[in-house]
Nanobody, 130 residues
């Protein structure tokens, strides 16, 4: 059974930076082409996909609202995907979830739509204050 565990959230001031980590376990050894995405859920709203990566190719995909401030990449540790966030703003506040699926997506990009993902972590809270 695939499990995803997020970490790295916290309370930061506007303009600060954070690095979130997602560690996956339980993948079958044959499923190497993983799609991993980070979703942000603001209070009272649906989760919004902000960044995704195809781990086999390293190809990334970002929501327009975070381009230039968010960077997703595979970490040095096995089965780890990280999200580096710079210049945090109050609208970045929310619960950040890691989600994953295997397979192939059209265009070679991992999607940013939550219904595409099968496996989800429990989330890590990010609070940005001025």
């Amino acid at each position: 059974q695939v499990q995803l565990v997020e970490s790295g959230g916290g309370s930061v001031q506007v303009g600060g930076s954070l690095k979130l980590s997602c560690v996956a376990s339980g993948y079958p050894s044959s499923s190497s082409n993983k799609h991993v995405a980070w979703f942000r859920q603001a209070p009272g709203k649906e989760p919004e996909g902000v960044a995704s990566i195809v781990t086999w190719t390293g190809r990334t995909n970002y929501a327009e609202s975070v381009k230039g401030r968010f960077t997703i990449y595979t970490g040095n540790a096995e089965n780890t995907v990280e999200l580096q966030i710079h210049t945090l703003a109050p609208e970045d506040t929310g619960i950040y979830y890691c989600a994953a699926k295997s397979g192939v997506s059209p265009g070679g990009l991992a999607p940013l739509m939550k219904d595409e993902y099968v496996h989800w972590g429990k989330g890590t809270q990010v609070t940005v204050s001025s």
